[in-house]
């Protein structure tokens, strides 16, 4: 393992959670400064949601409903197919189908990137039709804004992105380069091809 890819590694959670406990670290921080910011911006202003108010049925109502709501989402959540895992290349077809068969009804199959060939949807692999799944492909989660934003992150020089790209080819080049990370060559993780 190389020095640029145990750096990367730090940036998410990982396929078996394996930095959980500093996302954990990092949430409670972010929250735990927001709560401290918000007490102290203007102390001498009234509180607004008393503990009285809290003991309102209305407002345990509707804290009851905001708690069934997130438990829904995390259900939800659970449903899609777990492309943060290594298992998951969603550009063949043999791990588009197994994708399809982890579907719990009602899931989201999330297939990020460019197709090489042809890709078939079996019937069976579909639940025939019935198991109210959707696909969705895209090469930029969140479209324009979020690729505008990014690009800002990257052109203020903010995060070094380096380590994400493994390798280079030419125009010509280009079957070598798609071969390369479709085969996870050398511990290709992305591959830019560059003009003549």
Same mark, same amino acid.
């Given at each position: ?53 809290? +003991? ?10 905001? &708690?069934?709501? @997130?438990?829904? $989402? =995390? ?70 804004? +979020? ?10 020089? &903010?995060?070094? @992105?380096?380590? $994400? =790209? ?31």
């Amino acid at each position: 393992m190389n020095m640029d890819e145990t750096k990367l590694y730090s940036w998410f959670l990982g396929p078996k959670a394996e930095n959980a406990d500093m996302l954990e670290r990092l949430v409670l921080e972010a929250l735990r400064d927001c709560v401290f910011w918000r007490r102290n911006f203007h102390p001498e202003d009234n509180i607004i949601i008393t503990e009285k108010c809290k +003991r309102e049925d209305a407002f345990q109502d509707s804290l009851a409903l905001v &708690r069934q709501e @997130f438990l829904a $989402l =995390l259900a939800n959540l659970k449903r899609d197919i777990p492309f943060y895992s290594p298992r998951y290349i969603g550009h063949m077809q043999e791990t588009f189908e197994n994708a399809l068969r982890c579907l719990r009804p009602g899931g989201t199959l999330s297939s990020l990137g460019v197709y090489s060939g042809k890709l078939q949807v079996p019937y069976d692999a579909f639940a025939a039709g019935i198991g109210d799944y959707r696909i969705t492909t895209t090469l930029c989660p969140g479209g324009r804004e +979020r690729m505008r934003r990014l690009m800002e992150v990257v052109r203020g020089g &903010r995060v070094d @992105f380096t380590p $994400l =790209l493994t390798h280079t080819f030419s125009l010509d080049e280009i079957k070598e380069g798609y071969r390369v990370f479709g085969e996870r060559i050398d511990g290709a993780l992305k591959v830019a091809i560059k003009p003549l």
